[in-house]
Every structure is written in C-alpha cells, then in structure tokens.
C-alpha cells in the first residue's frame, strides 16, 4: 500500500468516527479488520495530524457569550479574558495586560503612529510587550503628565521610552501640563511651534491605546491619586456629572464631554480626534471601571476593547 493510500484509509476511518460519531465496532465490522486495528489507525491519524483535538474548559462558552453580547451591544471587537479563581484585582490586571499587548503587537506594522495615553493600565500593558523591531514606528504621547508638584514626565518617559527600546521605535513626548490652571493658558500653548508639532503627530497616528480612568478604581487610576486634582477639581468634576475619564479627558455617563468645565484645562486628546485613528484598543479591568467604560464605549472611542469577564459582566448589569 502506498503512503498516499494508507493516508486516506486512516483519514476515512477518522471521519468516520469523529464526524459521524460511529462506534469502533461498527467501523470495525464494515472494514472487516479487528476493533484494535481500528485503534491503532485512530491513533496513527493523530501522529500524522489528519486529527486535531481540541478542548474547551468549561468556562469558554460564557466567556464567548460576554463577548458576543458586548460587541452587539457597543459594536467593537470584545475580547474577555477569564478571570482563575481567588485571582485579586491586581493579577486580573496583569492577565488582561498580557492580552492586550499580543493585541496591540498585531496591530503594529511598519511606518505606524501608535497613540499612547499613559496611565495605570497602560503601562502594565507596556511592561508586558515582547521585544521586536517594528521599522519606522512612531510613538506620540496623547496626553500631558506634568502635575503640579512638576512630576509626571519622568513617570511618563519611563513608560515610552520602554515600549520604544523592545520596538525601536521613535518617541514624540508631550511636555505640557495634565490640566492647566487656566483655559487661557491652554490656548497660549497650544500656539506654540514645539506643541503643535506634537498636536500634528498625534493627528497621524494610525493606532491609539489607552484606558479609562475611574474616580474609586479597585487599582487607582493614576491621574487621581498623583496630586493631579484637587478637591476643587474633583467637586467640579462631580458637579458636572462626570464618571471618568478617557485620555484625562472626562466623560458623563452618556458619553459626552464637551461643557464639562475641567476639559477647558486638560491637556488630552479629546473623543473628537480620537474617533479619527482607525484603530483604537481600549483597556479595562476592574468592575468599578465599568461606568466610565460604558461612557467610553457609548461614545463609540473604541474599535477594539479587552477585558476580564468580571469587568464584562458588570459592564452588561449596569442598567
């Protein structure tokens, strides 16, 4: 017998059993052959990959069904990532950073602008990436970092300057404030040759990622526990309905921004723009950052969202 021939009689007796679901009797008594060799030839179709085996845990079938109902529900692509049991905040965190950042590596391709807004999340994502050149990729900072004790930036130059050394990338830094005391200032600025030359590279970036921010995360969002804010701000910002923030820019619940009084003075890109990048990954885990991922998700920010299947399922309860 040929090797070509011994290969359709072992893939045969496979469809047999796996797709038609018969028995190893019943296969044995149509070709005449003994229940063992029926074995053996299963056996012998899986060492030469004519079968592959797959499993599925238990939990994989609620997991795609979070999925499924998110991306219908907010039209983006959902990726949930299930949370182990006894896993805390911080290693639910991790897991989901881990996902993102093989995500946001497939994004990549040379000659990309890749759109980083800093914060708690993003840089777990960044400390996970796998190290590889991506020829011509740029990075711009979306937002400022700079608070009022004049820290930040070095918080912020650690985070892109690591995702630049593991994809030889190029870093456009955003030296200016988080929030302006003034709206005037801002627009002073904003005038400015060094600023607009950023403000123009943000404009070209092909891909974003970025997370959202919430006033009571399990795992503090950056911008409200680093001196960025003060009591004023914050009862401002809950005086305006504000939920949280995407890029230190603040959304309400239904995902609008614009006459909230703190966005007059903050620094980051605002939906408008960000709606602009074709593609656009945002990041999520803990169940207190469901409110503002709603916000962010009814403003239509993201084309592809991950996050863990407790954060998803508190994104789908809220009513």
Same mark, same amino acid.
């Given at each position: 017998?040929?090797?070509?021939?011994?290969?359709?009689?072992?893939?045969?007796?496979?469809? +047999?059993?796996?797709?038609?679901?018969?028995?190893?009797?019943?296969?044995? %008594?149509?070709?005449?052959?003994?229940?063992?060799?029926?074995?053996? +030839?299963?056996?012998?179709?899986?060492?030469?990959?004519?079968?592959?085996?797959?499993?599925? =845990?238990?939990?994989?079938?609620?997991?795609?069904?979070?999925?499924?109902?998110?991306?219908? @529900?907010?039209?983006? @692509?959902?990726?949930?990532?299930?949370?182990?049991?006894?896993?805390?905040?911080?290693?639910?965190?991790?897991?989901?950073?881990?996902?993102?950042?093989?995500?946001?590596?497939?994004?990549?391709?040379?000659?990309?602008?890749?759109?980083?807004?800093?914060?708690?999340?993003?840089?777990?994502?960044?400390?996970?990436?796998?190290?590889?050149?991506?020829?011509?990729?740029?990075?711009?900072?979306?937002?400022?970092?700079?608070?009022?004790?004049?820290?930040?930036?070095?918080?912020?130059?650690?985070?892109?300057?690591?995702?630049?050394?593991?994809?030889?990338?190029?870093?456009?830094?955003?030296?200016? =404030?988080? *929030?302006?005391? *003034?709206?005037?200032?801002?627009?002073?600025?904003?005038?400015?040759?060094?600023?607009?030359?950023?403000?123009?590279?943000?404009?070209?970036?092909?891909?974003?990622?970025?997370?959202?921010?919430?006033?009571?995360?399990?795992? =503090?969002?950056?911008?409200?526990?680093?001196?960025?804010?003060? %009591?004023?701000?914050?009862?401002?910002?809950?005086?305006?309905?504000?939920?949280?923030?995407?890029?230190?820019? *603040?959304?309400?619940?239904?995902?609008?921004?614009?006459?909230?009084? +703190?966005?007059?003075?903050?620094?980051?890109?605002?939906?408008?723009?960000?709606?602009?990048?074709?593609?656009?990954?945002?990041?999520?885990?803990?169940?207190?950052?469901?409110?503002?991922?709603?916000?962010?998700?009814?403003?239509?920010?993201?084309?592809?969202?991950?996050?863990?299947?407790?954060?998803?399922?508190?994104?789908?309860?809220?009513?």
């Amino acid at each position: 017998m040929s090797h070509d021939s011994r290969l359709q009689d072992l893939y045969s007796v496979a469809r +047999m059993y796996y797709e038609e679901g018969q028995t190893m009797e019943a296969i044995a %008594g149509k070709l005449a052959v003994s229940r063992s060799t029926v074995s053996r +030839m299963l056996r012998d179709a899986r060492d030469a990959e004519l079968v592959r085996i797959s499993l599925r =845990p238990p939990e994989a079938q609620r997991i795609e069904e979070l999925g499924r109902r998110i991306a219908r @529900q907010y039209g983006v @692509q959902a990726h949930v990532v299930p949370a182990s049991p006894g896993d805390d905040q911080r290693a639910r965190l991790r897991t989901v950073a881990e996902t993102s950042g093989e995500l946001l590596d497939e994004m990549l391709e040379p000659g990309s602008t890749l759109g980083i807004a800093w914060g708690t999340t993003i840089a777990e994502l960044l400390s996970t990436i796998r190290s590889r050149p991506v020829p011509g990729l740029r990075i711009v900072q979306l937002n400022g970092a700079i608070n009022v004790e004049g820290s930040g930036l070095a918080y912020i130059s650690a985070v892109l300057a690591r995702a630049a050394t593991r994809w030889d990338a190029t870093v456009h830094q955003f030296p200016v =404030p988080a *929030f302006f005391d *003034f709206p005037g200032t801002r627009e002073a600025m904003w005038r400015e040759r060094s600023v607009q030359r950023v403000l123009a590279v943000q404009r070209e970036a092909t891909v974003a990622v970025f997370s959202v921010g919430a006033f009571d995360a399990e795992v =503090p969002s950056h911008v409200y526990t680093h001196n960025y804010l003060t %009591g004023a701000d914050l009862r401002s910002l809950r005086a305006d309905g504000a939920v949280g923030d995407v890029c230190t820019v *603040f959304l309400r619940a239904d995902g609008t921004y614009r006459d909230i009084a +703190m966005n007059q003075r903050g620094s980051g890109t605002p939906p408008d723009r960000l709606l602009r990048i074709p593609r656009r990954l945002l990041v999520a885990s803990g169940s207190r950052k469901a409110l503002p991922l709603r916000a962010a998700l009814r403003a239509g920010l993201a084309t592809d969202l991950v996050l863990d299947e407790i954060t998803a399922s508190s994104l789908l309860a809220l009513r």
